[in-house]
């Protein structure tokens, strides 16, 4: 046991002088990875995660102060000169980013980028062999017909292939080290999923250790032998997967664990939200920096912040109540309790009218081509004939991969003119129908709530113009205007004294509720969420979906709720369908379609979504799809998803012939509706 | 990389929960901020000091003065600055410190309209133009590029007999006309980008008419823009006006501008320099002035200086 281990850091600390203080980014962090250990960094937005490890790739802008140590093998790493970190980054360490297309040189062809890293840590080895072990490494990283897309440029490439040639680059000197910060958080669930798998493949043939980055616990559960949680510049909680997953001690990784929905028994039970947000860095007072948003904290931890003190094997935790934690005394349940649900009398029964019903709605955008002389080269499907029904008082959870026409879809209905082809119908009125000043009062009916909340708020107005902006179209007095704005809050959970300040002086979960509380201004019996929990930290989307859930309930709310996170529809929707360019694939009861998906796209798209439960994740199987989602301006004949089916590649070719040449409808499977053929045939078993 | 953009806003003024609603700060912090910067900026105060002085000096400056610019000294015409004539006079004998006043009183009135109204037109053109797209902003988009073609010297020449007998007003008016099409196609991208924010689509998803979200939405969120094109502006109409006067086709005698007294003054500059000296020294003062208000009203507003944009 003298062997050094490979990465140990030692007492790290990252400040950022700036005018308005210094922000101490990162306070005293220490940790060890051995050869051939997959360690998992969580934490919020703004926890120090990206800070730390771009102090131990040296990677940090100049005005960085770094104390502390970085040892690799024993040796230091600060302090070192520019040359020789270069030297060590590439053939011992190796960085993923989140980004790959900011990684990678855009007038360099993929195979150029990845030769010339070869070539600078192996002087030996010439041009030829170079290329060669370029295809090789992009075969290994799965890049379909390799010799022909090393020539490529990135930016032929999509978000998902790049991160496998960044995955590629990064292995190419056989690293004894990957650094992985997000590398799937700007991605799909089933290419996350192939490229989680890609890793692991490429920290399998390199037998490198791997620190990933992420906020997403279920890919930490699904990856990782160990964890690390981060909070406010620190480390609060240390220890082997199962044993933090299992038995949390530090108070926010139990608040974490807790409110994460969960896909396996989401909709069953209230999640538990975690409120409040983080301290701000520049000015930390003392004590434990989670205090404010701890529901046990006690006097003594206002006074002291706690170390990270050793528990039991491997397992450390910084709180001031950690023995009581552990040994039982407190219950996990004891400190973050699950919410109640709303009682029954506050509920508001609604009559199951239709609100909203779309039948083979179409979207067609014309490509063009041609400054001057525009010609159309193609169609985008974006929407290509689907139908959705929403009942008063019902969720409707609306799911698929970026780009396959959801957003669209909202937007037709919002728009609330005649579709190109196919009708929409709200509260019983065709919107195509509708005279000018109907559609007006039509529009009290139908709200939509956005992503991103920084975005949907104007900057310039307060939050009393904002909440109160619907009424003024609606021609509602000044005074009454004030009186709505201040219950809204109230219902919002905001206090009404917030109404003259501004948007950025809110958290995000602040300023979503501000958000939601604009759209409930003209009470409107359908809510259109356009991945309304996004966008916001883990810990706060719980707070919201309660909320979403409550409302729901007591004003007799129909959503329409567009998300790609399943999870997250598994927890409020009442009916759900599945979205696959442009098509509705597979529509059901949400509880029907969860348990017994028919169509192999729900399957994979079940499959790919991490659990954030270590043990069930080692005993799923996922169904992998291949490649990415083709673009919507591809002609496919017959089955558009036949390309990526997992189970057409099961079937015999008779049967394959019918999905490459027949269009699959919609039609009723036991419970749920499917659009393929072979749904009889289907052996996959997901999760 | 989200190293670059801090997710943790500054902190919150727990304070200001406690004001009444309705009497809250109304200026957002951005308007906040870029004063403090402009505080801050040396140049922005000489510039504005100067400015502030001259208009007092427009305003007051003939109450002190021992002639009107009508009055004629035939006695002491042609004669160099002294106790009477601070400036001096010129041929017919009027005295040049009281048509420096009235000249610059002119010229101010002229760049202080035209520069904003020009920014006005900017505005609401290009907001129009970029918020509705389509065939209104392909038009629109023409007219500006026509109108940018178009000599607007050349042109203010060839009307110059139309206003030459009208109120000075109407060459304000015209040269307001000729000054908004650059801006104009900077607040139309502006607003295309902005069209497609969240908080707009939210507005018209809501029912509310594109007069109001426009007023409402677009043109605060480009007010700083406009600030900084009115004020330089007003050194464009200052300029356009005396180029004109110059020549001969702007403001003419008996009314005098900066422009008109400097026409007078260039034929005997080297033998009667103080005809041509003064007006061009209160011309040249005036206009650097106002151009360092706005150089600092743009460092101040410029996003790229620093990561306090909201
Ligand atoms: N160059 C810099 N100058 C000043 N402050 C910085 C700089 N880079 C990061 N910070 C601050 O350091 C803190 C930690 O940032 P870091 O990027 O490590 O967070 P993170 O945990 O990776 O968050 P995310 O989940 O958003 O990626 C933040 O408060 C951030 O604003
Ligand atoms: S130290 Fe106190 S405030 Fe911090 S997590 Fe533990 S109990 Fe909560
Ligand atoms: S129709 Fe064929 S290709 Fe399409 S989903 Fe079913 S099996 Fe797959
Ligand atoms: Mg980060």
Known sequence: MTEPPLLEVRDLSVSFPQASGIVRAVRGISYTVNQGEFLGIVGESGSGKSVSSMAVMGLLPRNAVVTGDVLLRGESLLGRDDRELSRLRGKEIAMIFQDPLSALTPVYTVGNQIAEGLMLHDKGLGAKAAAVRAVE???????????????????????????????????????????????????????????????????????????????DLGVVAGNADRIAVMYAGKLVETGAVDDVFTRPVMPYTIGLLRSVPNLVTAGRTRLVPLEGRPPSLSNLPPGCPFEPRCPIAVSACTTEEPPLLQLRGGHDAACIRAGEIESGVLHPSDVFPRPEPVAEGAKVVNERESILSINGLVKHFPLTAGMVFKKQIGTVKAVDGIDLEIRGGEVLGLVGESGCGKSTTILEVLEMTSPQVGSITIAGRDVAELSKAERLSMRKDVQIVFQDPMAALDPRLTIEDIVGEPLTVH?????????????????????????????????????????????????????????????????????????????????????LF?????????????????????????????????????????????????????EAERSRVRILLDGDLPSPTDEISGCNFHGRCPLFKLLDPARQQRCLTEDPHLRVIDTTSAACHHVDQNTLQPL | MALLDPTTQGEVDLTAALVDPGK????????????????????????????VGMIVWAIAGLWIAKWSPLDQDLINSSTGPSTSHWFGTDDIGQDIYAETVSGLRKSLVIGLIAGPVGTLIAAFVGAFAGYLGGKADAVISWLINFLLVLPAFFILVLLSPVFKSLSFLVLTAFIAMFSWMIMAQVIRAQTKS????????????????????????????????????????????????????????GIQRPQVSLGVLLADGTPSATTRPWMFLFPAIVLIVLLFAVSLVGDALRDAVDPTSGNTRD
Do not use: C
Not at chain 1, 479 to 500: C, F, N, S, W
Not at chain 2, 28 to 51: K, M
């Open chain 1, 562 to 614: 567009v998300a790609h996170d399943l999870a997250v529809v598994r927890q409020i929707a009442d009916t759900v369908a599945v979205m696959y360019l442009g098509r509705i694939v597979e529509s059901g009861e949400v509880g029907e379609v969860f348990a017994r998906p028919h169509h192999p796209y729900t399957q994979a798209l079940m499959s790919a979504v991490p659990i954030p439960d270590p």
């Open chain 2, 24 to 51: 809250a700060p109304r200026n957002s912090s951005r308007a906040r901020l870029i004063w403090l910067r402009l505080r801050s900026t040396p140049r922005f105060w000489v510039g504005a000091v100067i400015v």
């Open chain 1, 137 to 215: 490494l992009l075969r290994v990283v799965g890049i379909p017909a390799p010799e022909r897309r090393v020539n490529a440029f990135p930016h032929e490439f999509s978000g998902g292939m790049r991160q496998r040639v960044m995955i590629a680059i990064a292995i190419a000197n056989d690293p004894n080290l990957i650094i992985a910060d997000e590398p799937t958080t700007a991605l799909d669930v089933t290419i996350q999923a192939q490229i989680l798998e890609v890793l692991q493949k490429a920290k399998e043939l390199t037998g490198a250790a791997v620190v990933l980055i992420t906020h």
């Open chain 1, 475 to 559: 021609g509602t007095s000044r005074t009454e205007r004030r009186r709505r704005v201040a219950e809204l809050l109230d219902l919002v959970g905001l206090e009404h004294t917030m109404a003259g300040r501004y948007p950025h002086e809110f958290s995000g979960g602040q300023r979503q509720r501000v958000g939601i509380a604009r759209a409930l201004a003209t009470s409107p019996k359908l809510l259109v969420l356009d991945e309304p929990v996004s966008a916001l930290d883990v810990s706060i989307q719980a707070g919201i979906m309660n909320l979403l859930e409550d409302l729901k309930l007591q004003l007799g709310l129909s959503y």
């Open chain 2, 194 to 249: 902005l069209r497609d924010r969240e908080f707009v689509k939210a507005a018209r998803f809501m029912g509310v008419g594109t007069p109001t979200i426009i007023r409402r939405h677009i043109l605060p969120n480009v007010a700083s823009l406009l600030i900084i094109d009115a004020t330089l502006g007003v050194v464009a109409a200052i300029d356009s006006e005396t180029a004109l006067s110059y020549f001969g086709f």
